[in-house]
């Protein structure tokens, strides 16, 4: 280690010359460093002339360490950004996505914002995507959901974070909202196919919960049964949006005309031209829970 003392500057040439051969993204070790202050990238240029104190460069130095050990960059620091504001995470909840952002716009730009809907989040996680709702759209009455009681602790510390008072409900698809209809139900669900984890970044599969990732049924398994149970937990008129696998395309399109004749499908693409996100509606109801 440089005997001088460590520049803002010094320590990131450092952390770069230390990630250079690994498949460490090479900006994490900046967006430690502006977690960790609450600064923007323009922040911490400004900073970059000043000296790191002793007790950071510890920090900094053990971080970079387990970079190196596919720790993910926002377990590190325990926190991340989305839309714009700060969420908690842990290791108990997946690192929420940029791709997750354009499903909360999709969402927002599509309904008028003056209308007063009952929205759930299914299969929460870190509450980003029921939270960042509840912010943009105050009349909305946003429900987080989640079969893991750990997320869920993790949720509704983000929500207190926010000042908000949202229901959160632990519960296995819909096993805990039985009689529960909502005009939104909103979902970043479980959909990798167990067999795909040769091509997944290592410190995802080192760290995140396999519970937010992995669904049976070659990753449709729980769009299978949301699809089955749908109907019976919208209200009329209700929709359902969705995170899909980039290569769930045609499947998805199958799965839902096998589970429900009569529902409607909008897909949005991304800038490859791979689907992303499903947009669902005119589900029939089955009866079941
Ligand atoms: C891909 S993560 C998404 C988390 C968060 N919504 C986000 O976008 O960052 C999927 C979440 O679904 C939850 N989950 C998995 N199976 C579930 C089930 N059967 N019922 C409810 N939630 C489930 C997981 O615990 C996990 O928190």
Not at 52 to 68: G, I
């Amino acid at each position: 280690m440089n005997r001088q003392p460590w520049t803002y500057f010094a320590a990131q040439r450092w952390a770069a010359r230390q990630l250079a051969a690994s498949e460490v993204d090479p900006h994490a070790p900046q967006f430690l460093l502006e977690q960790r202050h609450g600064w923007d990238t323009t922040h911490l240029l400004l900073h970059n002339r000043d000296v790191m104190p002793a007790a950071e460069v510890e920090w900094f130095r053990t971080a970079v360490d387990q970079l190196l050990n596919h720790v993910p960059a926002q377990y590190i620091v325990g926190q991340t950004t989305f839309y714009g504001r700060q969420f908690k995470v842990t290791p108990a909840v997946l690192v929420p996505e940029a791709e997750t952002a354009e499903l909360v716009d999709w969402v927002l730009t599509s309904q008028p914002a003056d209308h007063q809907l009952r929205v759930l989040d299914l299969g929460t996680g870190s509450g980003v995507i029921g939270i960042t709702l509840a912010l943009e759209r105050p009349r909305w009455s946003v429900t987080l959901s989640d079969i893991s009681s750990a997320a869920l602790a993790v949720a509704r510390e983000n929500v207190r974070q926010h000042q908000l008072s949202l229901p959160l409900v632990e519960s296995d698809l819909f096993a805990n909202l039985a009689g529960q209809r909502y005009d939104l139900i909103v979902t970043n669900p479980p959909y990798i196919d167990p067999a795909d984890t040769a091509v997944m970044d290592q410190a995802v599969l080192d760290h995140e919960p396999p519970i937010a990732l992995f669904a049976d049924e070659h990753g449709l398994g729980f769009y299978r049964r949301l699809f089955e149970l749908a109907g019976n937990h919208l209200r009329p008129g209700g929709q359902l949006f969705g995170e899909t696998g980039y290569d769930q395309e045609k499947s998805i399109q199958a799965l839902l005309k096998q589970c429900d004749q009569q529902a409607q499908l909008a897909v949005c693409h991304d800038v490859a031209g791979k689907m992303r996100m499903i947009h669902a509606w005119d589900f029939s109801g089955t009866g079941g829970n």
